[in-house]
């Protein structure tokens, strides 16, 4: 759908012509994973697709959210926009509401709201922060509070913990409020200080594979990661004080890592600390044009998912496994939460053929499971359309 397929489904859908159109990206992460919420670095880009949000604010004391992808219609009184939804989509821009509210804007009037994404759903590239991030940009805009980039990332990651119950951490609001054309940001996730380092790679393509795995990664197994972190760190507190596992050098981890007496929280902290290490020279390896290092890394981040983190399930190791066994497949990972969803792959453009074909096959035979791949457009952060 074009923008102005998107006016023509307002107008329908609300008798009256939308006001603003905005737009917000999806994510994929090139490494640097399960690494946010520990303080870490990561390395994401934004992708062109992504979800649009059409409005006009309506006179009214209500907000009524409808999606094309949805069929719920939600109506919220001003004085509910705090309240979360039993069960609804429309928790996702609802929090970011009462994120607003929460930073003391008053409302005085409704919004007639529609929403349209094309990031494909439970993909793992971030529909929902591109939901967030969206209306955040959307309100920021209409209501000219001035909320910085960062702000606005932070408001999704609040409206995710408080709406959706996920203890996200910051990585795919980020990418989708700050993302730039051709460009990874290299992301501190502890300062938020950042670096947009150049993606343009000669004669290789990000490709994206997704499983179409029915296995998502569920609020539940994500925040019994994020606790099993926190353990690790309350453990090492005991010999090295420490606020985030992202603070120790692997050397210092081997030091100190018999504090962790739970085995299971040890191998967490594990693939953190490595996780870390691996994502500043993955970038490093990058600026210097050293692409056979940086695919490396990526492989080695999905064997330290596979094994230590064990967010990993039998179809993205299908579709990692067989990737590494293409010539032209210069590295190869899961990306994003996990369990389901896609991997991302730095191919030679002359392989892309064969790997689609011959992955995508093998992949099949193996999970009986049809994949999907997206060669990755780098695209823009948030904006105003
Ligand atoms: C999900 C979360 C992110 C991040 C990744 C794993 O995408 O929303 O905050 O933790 O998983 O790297």
Redesign the pocket.
């Known amino acids: 759908m074009n923008t102005e397929d998107l006016k023509k489904s307002y107008a329908a859908a609300y008798g009256q012509a939308a006001e603003a159109v905005y737009f917000a990206p999806g994510r994929v ?1 090139l490494i ?6 520990n303080g870490g670095y ?1 390395f994401p880009c934004a992708l062109s697709f992504g979800t649009y949000l059409l409005l006009r604010k309506n006179g009214k004391p209500t907000v009524n959210f409808r999606s094309l992808n949805q069929p719920e219609i939600e109506s919220i009184p001003l004085d509910k926009l705090t309240e979360r939804l039993e069960k609804s989509w429309a928790n996702y821009p609802l929090g970011v509401f009462a994120q607003f509210v929460k930073r003391g804007i008053v409302f005085t009037e409704g919004f007639d709201i529609l929403i349209w994404g094309n990031v494909p759903n439970g993909a ?1 590239l ?1 529909s ?2 591109a939901l967030e991030v969206v209306t955040a940009y959307a309100l920021n805009d209409q209501l000219k509070t001035e909320f910085d980039r960062a702000e606005l990332a932070k408001i999704g ?1 609040k409206a ?1 913990h408080e709406f959706a119950l ?1 203890n ?5 609001q980020f990418a989708s409020a700050n993302g730039k054309k051709d460009h990874a940001i290299f992301l501190n996730c502890d300062t938020l200080a950042f670096e947009l380092v150049p993606v343009k790679l000669d004669g290789v393509k990000v490709l994206i594979s997704n499983t179409h795995s029915p296995h998502k ?1 569920d609020s539940g197994a ?1 925040n019994q990661r994020v606790a099993e972190c926190k353990l690790a760190v309350e453990q090492l507190n005991n010999v090295h004080p420490l606020k985030y596992l992202a603070e120790l050098t692997e050397a210092r981890f081997n030091e100190i890592s018999s504090a962790i007496t739970d085995p299971v929280a040890f191998k967490r902290a594990r693939h953190v600390v490595g996780e870390v290490q691996r994502t500043t020279d993955a970038v490093e390896a990058l600026k210097v044009g050293n692409l056979t290092k940086f695919g490396q890394l990526m492989n080695a981040s999905h064997v330290s998912l596979r094994d230590d983190y064990e967010v990993t399930g039998p179809e993205l190791d299908a579709m990692a496994e067989e990737a590494w066994k293409i010539e032209g497949v210069i590295g190869s990972r899961m990306t ?3 369990f389901g969803g896609c991997t991302v792959s730095l191919v030679k453009d002359e392989a892309i053929d064969t790997f689609i074909e011959k992955v995508g096959a093998r992949y099949e035979a193996k999970t009986g499971l049809k994949p999907e791949f997206y060669i990755a457009e780098i695209g823009d952060g948030a904006k105003k359309m």
């Open positions: 992460n640097g994973e399960h690494t946010d919420y990561v793992g971030s929902s922060a990651q995710e996920v996200c951490g910051i990585m795919d990664l994500y994003g939460g996990g």
